[in-house]
Every structure is written in structure tokens, then in C-alpha cells.
């Protein structure tokens, strides 16, 4: 973009804050010669902070063509924190998705780094996709570097210091507790995190504070699968690892485009699969995608039919006697209740139901009951279901048919889609979980946090929190006196985000912790804090099969930012909670915690950050004594077919299918479905901002089957509004053959910071599993109608900052 210079701001040194504040209404383009990324200016009143430490001009582009803005500056006296430069690379992992590859940066002089794959880190060996390659160069992007506070949302922000933060942040949690009590203060925290952030945050919410209303954007992710191993198994924990990506002999993906949202686990499987022609790749998918493509069999099932199909493969592996009676005999319980519902399910029916070829049908159940090791792969499109838990849970009931569990090459796995929702799920980071895979419902689990953390019997509350979405209920009814959301981008993920935003602006006090600005969720805060994020802060991550890889801290954070686990452990102490929070660094943060796994499914006592520094990524279970040589090998989980019932047998499920939650009517006559793609990274906070990736997916679509193309006298490219009961979008339609008649696809990355009218989460609805309390986000019921040219569809009512966007 090329623009004539106008204004000029000095920008003398790194001490220094400079602020631009849009005071016109229309969306215009700025930045400042030092740091030459264009950022959008979207709301009138917004500020753009920058931090330098040259002379800098500062450049702004409208719809009202090119203008001198006043610019003011503004000194910071904080000082932030140095992180000496490494000569030697660094070993770390890659914070974007589950599968958890290994990154190694390598020093280049004046602080900069080169990317590369790390061959050692046993998960990915030494591969990486285009998110891992890039990361460096979001990391200096738009970043959040000091304190910001408003009282009312139409104001603009106001630069304050940490001491004036944190006073503010603790003064209104102790005013919340005697006014509304400690359930009115909900943190929505973030797979983002790393172990020590949701550890500290745990204490900190449900230890000090005596409130479960610590939620996360997990819920919104995997919690559908952690509710099914619980059920079925006796705990969490994903039982698999990925050597058994090249150990099996059937591979069984359901819900998962596992080829764009985990590259690395599908390279993986998919050259195991090039090697050896005898193993089979079945895919589960109303869209023909890439990891479909592929596939030796690809069933586009209707949405919400995933139980039929799996209780029609039963139905015939029993027919046909291809079953492990040994294992259901001393292994399982609900078998003859299971043989019974099972019954119903006949071929013919499920593939009318499922709209798929019987024969198709046939050979999947062939394939699955032919092979030595079936290893199923699942992700969102099991569990962002209404009835996540219960599909995942009917995938377990046929590895338990099968007896295809504990051996190389088998079992049910989970793909998680953030890069340490594994280990929020093991620091307790849900609002019905404790610390090392406990309950907050269990009286024994609670009093051992308790008497660990040194706290009265009785602190920690024996009702589970609120999940993500009663937040939103709770800020409807004035519940919430208090909103703290950290690492994630509610505004733009959550479902039906109308009602979702306005719930935000009821919230009276909302503190925003992020490593960037601006995102949409900033414009519903009162207080930011900046957080440091990967590269900036030491912590460990755990990937999908259970590997604890430590991200250590190489460069310094913008500002004065700070590690999430610091501010939470500050607020800790400015409460009165000195002794609980005096952590000397973040390994003495995971020292802590690893001694509340020990003897627990999730036992990682024999960890710390130290020996994951000299022995690399590890898994666990990793009990405390376990030798240098046994902690490297690859660990499956169940290998001695006990389970973690009262009764160590497995549980068979015995859900029937109830479809999917909003079916299609002569109105709304769609099954929309939302997903990732390979590119991008949820709600493109990172990755919007990297040229690569925008070059690669720039702008929101809808996928659309040409005859329904046909039907609607719609061609590729033309004009769309999607709408739905809740909201509309307006898009341009993509034509394929991929998606099946009757279905679209919308991805879900864009916000209104990255485009005008394209969120996917206008459309969707709330409603969720009753077991894991997972929105169904994978479906819902839309129309579609054709714009004579490209348009925005409506004016939105609700106010963003106390300020209609301009559209
Ligand atoms: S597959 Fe996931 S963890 Fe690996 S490089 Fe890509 S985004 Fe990162």
C-alpha cells in the first residue's frame, strides 16, 4: 500500500508510549515507520499504542483519504524485564495446536532467531507446519506492552502503571466478595496457558477465593472427550501415544480434519499409510477434506448421525463375531445391554439414516474387524456436539468390543486442539476439576488440595463452577460482578455471539489479559493487562499423547509485560495470601504442582523443569524415581486392561443417537458446519497478523455444493447472506464438490477486526452436552440468500465499547 507520509511523530526512546487515538468514524490504516504493520483502527475513539526507540513517522490511511491526526506521547517510568540472549539454540515446542511439535530457535545476533523443526523432540521429529514456521513473526505484532484502564467502555483507555493495575484488579475482587460473595468473580482462562499459569490461577480462584468459576476455553474444545474417558474409563487421560500412528493397521477418523488442524500428527499416519499398502485409513466427514481426500474409504455421514454409524459398525463387528470376548468378559461391564441396544441398529437402516452406501458401511466394519490394531482419531467434531460425550463415548464402546486398547497401534485418541489443554485438564483448569485429575464434587479430593495448599477443610467449594457459557447467563442476571478473561478471544469464539457480546458490556468491572492488542474481546474490557507469552515466558506444555516439553523463556517481553502465572500469584499476595503465592520462578511454580499428581492417573512427580531441560520432552505417567531410560520410553496407557473404575472394568455407553440439536426445517434449510483451516489459528490474534498466513486464507466463505449452487441460482463468487435464528453473515460462496448437498462450511478465525460481516459464531447456538457442557458449535440450521452484490446484511444493534461499529 502505498501512502504519501503525513504528521510526524518522535518516538525517543524505548521508555516512551505513543499513542494515536482515531477520532473520525470510518476504519482507517496506521503505522508507524519503525514498525511497518499496517494495524486497523475499527472503533471511533480507539487508540493504537506503539513503543519505539527511534524517530518515527507516523503514516494513516481512510476512507476519507490521508490526514494529519493528533498524536500525543506519553513517558512510562516502569521498567521491564530482560531476558538475557541465548548464544546456544532453544529447545521448546511450538504454542500453537495439540499435537505439540518441537520448535528450536536458533540465535542470530541482535535478538533475532531463525525457526526450525527440532529433530529431537520425539512427537514431531523435526517436522513443522506453516503456523510452527512462522511464529517469530507474530510475536512482535500488535503487542500489548503496559497496563490500560477506563472506567465506562465508551472512554477511551488510559496508560497506568502495574502498581495502579494490580490496586484497582485486588480492590474490586475484595469489594465483589462482601458485596456479591466470591461466586460473583469468573475467570475464562485459556488452552494457551501453560501448566504453571492454570496452576496458580487454580489456587488463586478455588483455593484463596473458595470459587470453581474457573473456566476455559477448553470447554469449548475438548471437554466432550474428557468427559467420556472419565466415563468410560474411570479418569481422563488420552491412553495412546503417537508411535502408534505407525503401529496400526486401521486408522479411524471421525470428526477430525485431522490433514489441516493436526499437519503433523496426519504426516505421520498418512506416511505410515504411503508405506505399508495393507493399512487402511477410513474417514468419518460430511466434508470430502484433505485428510479425506486420502482416505481408503470416506463416509460423508449427514451432521449428527456419527452414534448411528458407530452403533451400525457394532451392530455388524457382533453379527459377524469380530469381537474380543475374553476382554468384554474380564475387562468391561454394560455388554448385554449394549448387545441389546445394538440390535436396532441394522445395516440398512443406519445407511439410509447416515446417508451413506450400505456396502460403505459394510467395509468400514470389514476393516475395522480385520485389523490387528484399530487406532481411532478424534477431535472437534465429536466433541463440539450436544452430544459430545456420548458420540466419543459410543467410539470407546467399539475398542472395547474389540478389545483394540493398551496395545501398539490401538485405541481411542483425542486429538486436543490448543498446544496445553492436556495440561489445563491436569492442573484442574475446568470448572468441575481440582488439581491432578480431581473433582471438585468429590469430598476426599477437595480435603487432599486443601490440606496441600494449607487451607481451612471447607475452602474449596463443592459445586462446580460456571462453565463458558453460564458466564454469559451469569452476566445476564447480574450475577458476575467481576470478569477476568486471559489468553483467549471470547468475542469472537464464543457461540451466538450476539448475545454472547452483550452479555460482555452488562459485565460491570471485565479485566482483559492478553499478549495483543487490539482484539475484539479488548473492546469489552475496563482493565488490560499485558501478558508475556511464548518465547517471553518459562513454563511446560503437555501435547495430546501426554508429553511435557518445557518452553523456556529466550527474549524479553514488550514493555512491562508480565507471565500470566506472576500477575495471578501477585493479585495472590496482595490479598493476604503471601505464603501461597511467594514462588521464587516458574519452575518452583511446577515443582509444586507435580507433587498434587503423585499417585494420581496423571502422575508427573518424577517431572521438573530441570530434567525436562536434560532429557527433553517426556511422558507421563512419570512417577517420582523413574529412571532416566524409563521415562524416555513411549508410554500407552491401560496396557494391563485395568481401568480406573471402582471395579477397574471399562464402561460400555449406552446412548441412543438424539441428532443433531437444531435440525433443518423448510425455513432454515441448511445444516451450516464451522471448523479450522490449515493456516490460520482460531481467531487469527497471532496469525492474522503474519503476511504469509493472510496470504493464504484472506478473507471468510461459505462452501456450498453446486446443486444446491444450481437451486439457488447462485455461481462461484457471488454474494451470500448466511442467516440463522440468532444472527447473519455475509459472505462469498465457494463451490465444491467436498461438501455434501443439503450442508455449508463456514471457517470460524474471523472476528470484526478481520473482516466485515464473517463470523461464524453469529450463527451458532449454545446449546450443549449435558454431560460435558460443550457447545454444539459443529452444527446448527441456517438459510441462504443471494445478494445481488457484495453487501453488508445488517446493522448490528448491539454497542461495541458504548460505540456502534462501523461496518
Ligand atoms: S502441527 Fe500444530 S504444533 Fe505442530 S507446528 Fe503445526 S501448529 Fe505447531
Redesign the pocket.
Known amino acids: 500500500m502505498s501512502t504519501p507520509r503525513v504528521g510526524s511523530l518522535a518516538v525517543q526512546s524505548s521508555r516512551y508510549l505513543c499513542y494515536y487515538r482515531n477520532t473520525s468514524d470510518s476504519i482507517q490504516q496506521i503505522y508507524l515507520s519503525n514498525q511497518p504493520t499496517w494495524q486497523r483502527v475499527v472503533f471511533p475513539g480507539q487508540q493504537l499504542l506503539f513503543h519505539g526507540d527511534a524517530t518515527a513517522d507516523l503514516i494513516i490511511s481512510s476512507e476519507q483519504g490521508v490526514r494529519c491526526c493528533p498524536c500525543e506521547s506519553l513517558r512510562i517510568e516502569e521498567k521491564g524485564r530482560s531476558v538475557p540472549e541465548p548464544t546456544e539454540p532453544v529447545s521448546s515446542?511450538?504454542p500453537?495446536?495439540g499435537?505439540?511439535?518441537g520448535l528450536e530457535a536458533v540465535p542470530q545476533g541482535k535478538g533475532s532467531y531463525k525457526i526450525r523443526g527440532d529433530r529431537q523432540h520425539p512427537s514431531?521429529q523435526g517436522m513443522?507446519?506453516v503456523?510452527?514456521?512462522t511464529i517469530l513473526e507474530a510475536l512482535d505484532r500488535d503487542r500489548l506492552a503496559y497496563p490500560l484502564w477506563r472506567e465506562r467502555l465508551d472512554q477511551p483507555f488510559t496508560v497506568i502503571s502495574w502498581d495502579e493495575a494490580m490496586t484497582r484488579l485486588v480492590e474490586r475482587i475484595e469489594w465483589v466478595r462482601r458485596q456479591q460473595g466470591a461466586d460473583a468473580i469468573c475467570m475464562y482462562g485459556s488452552g494457551q496457558f501453560q501448566t504453571e499459569d492454570y496452576y496458580v490461577a487454580q489456587k488463586l480462584l478455588k483455593g484463596c477465593l473458595g470459587t470453581n468459576n474457573f473456566d476455559a476455553n477448553s470447554r469449548l474444545c475438548m471437554s466432550s472427550a474428557v468427559s467420556a474417558y472419565m466415563a468410560s474409563f474411570g479418569a481422563d487421560g488420552p491412553p495412546c501415544c503417537y508411535d502408534d500412528l505407525e503401529a496400526t493397521d486401521c486408522a479411524f477418523l471421525i470428526g477430525t480434519n485431522t490433514a489441516e488442524c493436526?499437519?503433523?500428527?496426519f504426516n505421520r499416519l498418512r506416511n505410515h499409510h504411503k508405506r505399508d499398502r495393507r493399512v487402511k485409513l477410513i474417514v468419518v466427514d460430511p466434508r470430502r477434506t484433505p485428510t479425506a481426500e486420502v482416505a481408503d474409504l470416506h463416509l460423508a455421514i449427514r451432521p449428527g448421525t456419527d452414534i448411528d454409524l458407530l452403533h451400525g459398525i457394532g451392530h455388524l463387528l457382533l453379527q459377524w463375531g469380530q469381537i474380543d470376548a475374553e476382554f468384554i468378559e474380564e475387562c468391561t461391564e454394560g455388554f448385554a445391554e449394549y448387545v441389546k441396544l445394538l440390535a436396532a441398529y441394522t445395516p440398512e437402516w443406519v445407511a439410509e439414516r447416515c446417508g451413506i452406501a450400505q456396502g460403505d458401511l459394510e467395509q468400514a466394519a470389514r476393516y475395522w474387524g480385520h485389523a490387528q490394531a484399530v487406532l481411532s482419531l478424534w477431535s472437534m467434531g465429536i466433541n463440539q456436539s450436544a452430544e459430545g460425550t456420548a458420540k466419543a463415548r459410543c467410539l470407546i464402546n467399539l475398542h472395547l468390543l474389540t478389545g483394540q486398547i493398551g496395545r501398539p497401534g490401538s485405541g481411542p485418541f483425542s486429538l486436543t486442539g490448543q498446544?496445553n489443554a492436556m495440561g489445563g485438564r491436569e492442573a484442574g483448569g475446568l470448572s468441575h476439576l481440582l488439581p491432578g485429575y480431581r473433582q471438585v464434587t468429590n469430598p476426599q479430593h477437595r480435603q487432599e488440595v486443601e490440606d496441600f495448599w494449607g487451607l481451612p477443610r471447607g475452602q474449596i467449594s463443592d459445586r462446580p463452577g460456571r462453565t463458558a457459557w453460564q458466564i454469559v447467563e451469569g452476566l445476564e442476571r447480574g450475577e458476575v460482578g467481576l470478569l477476568w478473561i486471559a489468553a483467549t478471544n471470547p468475542a469472537v469464539s464464543f457461540p451466538h455471539l450476539e448475545r454472547a457480546k452483550a452479555a460482555f458490556l452488562k459485565s460491570p468491572f471485565t479485566v482483559y489479559q492478553d499478549a495483543y492488542f487490539p482484539t475484539e474481546t479488548a473492546a469489552y474490557a475496563h482493565l488490560i493487562l499485558p501478558a508475556a507469552q511464548w518465547s517471553e515466558k518459562t513454563g511446560v506444555m503437555t501435547n495430546s499423547e501426554r508429553r511435557v516439553t518445557l518452553a523456556p523463556a529466550f527474549r524479553s517481553p514488550p514493555g512491562v509485560a508480565r507471565a500470566d502465572w506472576e500477575i495471578f500469584a501477585e493479585v495472590g499476595r496482595r490479598l493476604g495470601y503471601e505464603r501461597l503465592f511467594n514462588f521464587a520462578d516458574a519452575a518452583a511454580v511446577y515443582a509444586e504442582f507435580v507433587q498434587l499428581t503423585a499417585g494420581r492417573p496423571c502422575d508427573q512427580s518424577g517431572l521438573s523443569h530441570e530434567r525436562l531441560a536434560r532429557l527433553g520432552a517426556l511422558q507421563w505417567p512419570c512417577p517420582a524415581g523413574t529412571s532416566d531410560e524409563e521415562a524416555r520410553k513411549p508410554k500407552r496407557l491401560y496396557t494391563d486392561w485395568r481401568f480406573h473404575t471402582p471395579d477397574q472394568r471399562a464402561r460400555f455407553c449406552l446412548a441412543h443417537s438424539q441428532g443433531v440439536a437444531e435440525p433443518t426445517d423448510d425455513i432454515y434449510s441448511f445444516t451450516l458446519t464451522t471448523g479450522r483451516l490449515y493456516g490460520h489459528?482460531h481467531t487469527q490474534t497471532r496469525t492474522g497478523r503474519i503476511a504469509k498466513i493472510q496470504k493464504m486464507h484472506p478473507d471468510p466463505f461459505v462452501e456450498m455444493h453446486p446443486d444446491d449452487a444450481a437451486n439457488l441460482h447462485l455461481k462461484d463468487g457471488d454474494w451470500v447472506e448466511v442467516r440463522s435464528r440468532r444472527g447473519q453473515v455475509c459472505l462469498p460462496v465457494i463451490l465444491t464438490k467436498a461438501i455434501r448437498p443439503g450442508t455449508l462450511f463456514v471457517p470460524m478465525h474471523w472476528g470484526f477486526l478481520f473482516a466485515d460481516s464473517g463470523e461464524a459464531n453469529q450463527l451458532t447456538h449454545p446449546i450443549a452436552c449435558p454431560v460435558s457442557q460443550q457447545p454444539e458449535l459443529k452444527a446448527c440450521a441456517v438459510q441462504v440468500l443471494p445478494l445481488k452484490l457484495r453487501q453488508t446484511p445488517y446493522t448490528p444493534t448491539v454497542q461495541e465499547s458504548g460505540i456502534a461499529l462501523k461496518q
Open positions: 515446542l511450538c500453537y495446536c499435537v505439540g511439535c514431531s513443522v507446519c503456523k510452527g514456521a493436526h499437519p503433523i500428527v498446544p489459528w
